[in-house]
């Protein structure tokens, strides 16, 4: 599955409720006793099985997806399921449950942009509500809101050269390109970016500082994260 490099307000609308229902991190169904969650997280081959890290490092195991689902190792997801069981643990990983996959999605992920004189001036300034923003495995995950009309809007993650100031710490900007839309609605979502670039070798740990341009802010909207590989 592959989406393009922007995010319509089309697919914006879809993804609406979805991190509402995520952070809260269950759906009670009519009989409480068999509950159903729904929890962002990596998906990966284990073997004949599959094996779903959320993000609150709770290891879930499924004998199978619900749909064919062609994909390489460290899948960013979205996952609705029941628990069958507590899994029991083997020499390889420590897993917490066996689990029924009722529905599956590919979160939208891209890569960091670096800015240069070609792109600078290209990529927008337009502001978003930051509600979240959190690192899973070689993930960062921004949870935001935005006003839109009927254009298309663009996100990315950016590393500015010009921004780097402390040789320790890399600064990553959240860019909104609203393309002179019109507010006429809230819409809400969340973007997840690939962290991998940001390696260096012989380190296991980078200090991030993660800005963007809030509503109703006079400054930027900023938080100070560790990407750990």
């Given at each position: 599955?592959?989406?393009?490099?922007?995010?319509?307000?089309?697919?914006?609308?879809?993804?609406?409720?979805?991190?509402?229902?995520?952070?809260?991190?269950?759906?009670?169904?009519?009989?409480?006793?068999?509950?159903?969650?729904?929890?962002?997280?990596?998906?990966?081959?284990?073997?004949?099985?599959?094996?779903?890290?959320?993000?609150?490092?709770?290891?879930?195991?499924?004998?199978?997806?619900?749909?064919?689902?062609?994909?390489?190792?460290?899948?960013?997801?979205?996952?609705?399921?029941?628990?069958?069981?507590?899994?029991?643990?083997?020499?390889?990983?420590?897993?917490?449950?066996?689990?029924?996959?009722?529905?599956?999605?590919?979160?939208?992920?891209?890569?960091?942009?670096?800015?240069?004189?070609?792109?600078?001036?290209?990529?927008?300034?337009?502001?978003?509500?930051?509600?979240?923003?959190?690192?899973?495995?070689?993930?960062?995950?921004?949870?935001?809101?935005?006003?839109?009309?009927?254009k298309d809007h663009f996100f990315n993650l950016t590393y500015d050269p010009d921004e780097q100031d402390d040789p320790g710490v890399v600064v990553l900007r959240f860019?909104?390109?609203?393309?002179?839309?019109?507010?006429?609605?809230?819409?809400?979502?969340?973007?997840?970016?690939?962290?991998?670039?940001?390696?260096?070798?012989?380190?296991?740990?980078?200090?991030?500082?993660?800005?963007?341009?809030?509503?109703?802010?006079?400054?930027?909207?900023?938080?100070?994260?560790?990407?750990?590989?």
């Amino acid at each position: 599955m592959k989406y393009k490099s922007f995010i319509s307000v089309k697919v914006l609308m879809v993804m609406v409720m979805l991190p509402l229902i995520t952070l809260s991190g269950c759906l009670k169904d009519s009989d409480d006793s068999n509950m159903t969650f729904l929890d962002l997280g990596i998906l990966n081959h284990y073997g004949n099985d599959y094996m779903i890290i959320t993000d609150a490092s709770v290891v879930l195991l499924t004998e199978k997806l619900p749909e064919e689902v062609d994909f390489g190792d460290n899948l960013r997801v979205s996952v609705k399921y029941k628990v069958l069981s507590t899994a029991q643990p083997d020499d390889s990983i420590k897993a917490d449950y066996w689990v029924y996959v009722e529905a599956l999605n590919e979160v939208i992920t891209k890569e960091i942009i670096t800015i240069n004189e070609a792109n600078r001036d290209t990529l927008g300034d337009a502001p978003v509500e930051f509600s979240n923003v959190w690192i899973t495995q070689d993930f960062l995950t921004v949870y935001f809101s935005f006003y839109a009309g009927d254009k298309d809007h663009f996100f990315n993650l950016t590393y500015d050269p010009d921004e780097q100031d402390d040789p320790g710490v890399v600064v990553l900007r959240f860019r909104h390109k609203a393309n002179g839309d019109t507010e006429l609605k809230k819409y809400s979502g969340f973007m997840s970016f690939r962290l991998n670039s940001l390696r260096k070798e012989g380190e296991s740990a980078v200090d991030i500082v993660f800005k963007g341009k809030q509503y109703y802010e006079d400054k930027d909207y900023s938080s100070d994260l560790v990407y750990r590989y």
